[in-house]
């Protein structure tokens, strides 16, 4: 599925509008065709849709059809209005340049079968009103320049995504739940996805890309099959603190492009992440490894359980701030960038490798003063067990060096006295050492 950065502004056609209510006859007084849009006997008044009509969809008369054919060309439909259950919509493709509201409530359903073009930021109003959860579903592929915005009443009903995902605007989930049934969610430009507190997304078997994640409300699945998703198109940034719950299966998470994507919910995935581009951020826990590839940063202060691996750059915290970050063991071939805090008594980050191996032996230190240090030493990583010492050390502060064994088994940035320093404490004790060999020979004599 695809998600546009921003809602695009693009000037949606203007249409005088109507509310055109449907009704379909009685079959049993009148045997004609009671199923399509183009028949007059079939909407209240005998007027067809024209483009721009809001489409009304209430208890049709006795006997009268609630599976309904669209047999116009490129209607352009205002928006819809539901308050009854179990219509369906099959035929020919439509644009929609208005809301849909589907008020039926219950264990109601709604279904639009046919491909949809949006002409502008579409609102999805799908009320609950009990226990029962009434299911809207778009059947077919949903395209267009324009996104959509799932707003229910409390939590809301479901909507659900059956098909081909292909519109390029964002999509907001502010109440109640979107099922990204169905289909390859894929497309460029791809837009932002967020959910809200009192929203909700479910993944089926499929892969979805979208611009950045953001928002507090859950994304979880369904099924146990393949679910993969792709963060940061159009070099997109996001934030989200909700939880991902991709358990059973195989499921991933890649980040792309340039931007910084932050995760400070718990993830849990089972397979390793990858972060092919810009920054990802795990400020909570990640329940498998993470694989940080040339071009990609890996910062944050929360827990990876896997191993984190790869060409990248390991970046605890996040930029220009102190922090550390954890995971269950680790093999960098690219770069750990330690950030370091001379203020006051002094921080730096750091990287945790608590109980596993850490494995330097082809990597770069690269050392980053956010303001000078002058502390006797900086504890930056720690290991179950070291694999190598550092290939290459750049930017280190003057007179410091790398411990890789400081305290236990920790690496620190550890101060070294000057060489004047030294030169006038060799002096000093050597002065010392004459003044004992004289008064001794004075004794002796």
């Given at each position: 599925m695809v998600f546009a950065a921003g809602f695009l502004l693009l000037?949606?056609?203007?249409?005088?509008?109507?509310t055109i209510t449907w009704t379909s006859h009685d079959t049993g007084i009148d045997p004609t065709n009671n199923t399509t849009w183009s028949n007059t006997a079939n909407w209240s008044g005998g007027v067809v849709p024209v483009d721009g009509d809001t489409l009304r969809f209430p208890t049709p008369a006795a006997n009268g059809s609630r599976a309904m054919t669209n047999d116009l060309t490129n209607l352009v439909v205002g928006g819809f209005e539901v308050p009854a259950n179990a219509y369906t919509?099959?035929?020919?493709?439509l644009n929609l340049n208005g809301d849909i509201n589907f008020t039926a409530g219950g264990n109601s359903t709604f279904g639009i079968n046919v491909p949809v073009t949006l002409q502008k930021n579409v609102t999805i109003f799908n009320e609950k009103t009990t226990s029962s959860t009434p299911v809207l579903s778009i059947g077919a592929d949903l395209a267009g320049p324009f996104g959509l915005i799932i707003d229910s009443s409390?939590?809301?009903?479901?909507?659900?995504?059956?098909a081909n995902v292909t519109y390029t605007g964002d999509t907001t989930v502010t109440n109640g739940s979107l099922y990204l049934r169905l289909g390859v969610m894929t497309a460029s430009p791809v837009g932002n996805l967020t959910i809200d507190t009192n929203g909700s997304v479910l993944s089926n078997n499929l892969t979805f890309s979208a611009g950045g994640l953001n928002g507090s409300g859950p994304l979880s699945k369904q099924g146990n099959?393949?679910?993969?998703?792709?963060?940061?198109?159009?070099?997109?940034?996001?934030s989200y603190s909700g939880t991902i719950s991709w358990i059973g299966g195989s499921s991933s998470i890649t980040k792309t492009g340039t931007g910084t994507q932050t995760f400070s919910g718990p993830v849990t995935v089972s397979g390793s992440g990858v972060v092919n581009g810009g920054r990802l951020n795990i400020d909570s826990t990640w329940s498998a490894g993470m694989i940080v590839n040339a071009a990609g940063t890996l910062g944050g202060t929360g827990t990876l359980s896997g191993a984190v691996t790869g060409a990248g750059t390991v970046s605890p915290g996040a930029a220009v701030t102190i922090g550390t970050l954890a995971a269950g063991s680790g093999t960098l071939t690219g770069t750990l960038l330690i950030e370091l805090d001379g203020t006051g008594s002094g921080t730096s980050d750091r990287f945790n490798v608590t109980t596993g191996a850490l494995d330097i032996g082809s990597a770069t230190l690269n050392f980053s003063e956010l303001t000078p240090v002058d502390d006797q030493a900086y504890i930056f990583a720690s290991y179950g067990s070291l694999v190598g010492t550092f290939a290459n050390i750049t930017n280190i502060p003057t007179n410091y060096a790398?411990?890789?064994?400081?305290?236990?088994?920790?690496?620190?940035l550890t101060a070294v006295p000057e060489p004047g320093i030294l030169a006038g404490l060799g002096a000093g004790i050597a002065?010392?050492?004459a003044v004992a060999l004289r008064r001794r020979r004075n004794a002796a004599a």
């Open positions: 000037a949606a056609p203007a249409f005088a509008q109507s919509i099959a035929g020919n493709a409390g939590t809301g009903g479901q909507t659900a995504l059956n099959n393949t679910r993969t998703a792709t963060l940061g198109a159009n070099n997109a940034n996001g790398v411990d890789y064994s400081y305290q236990g088994n920790n690496i620190a002065g010392l050492t």
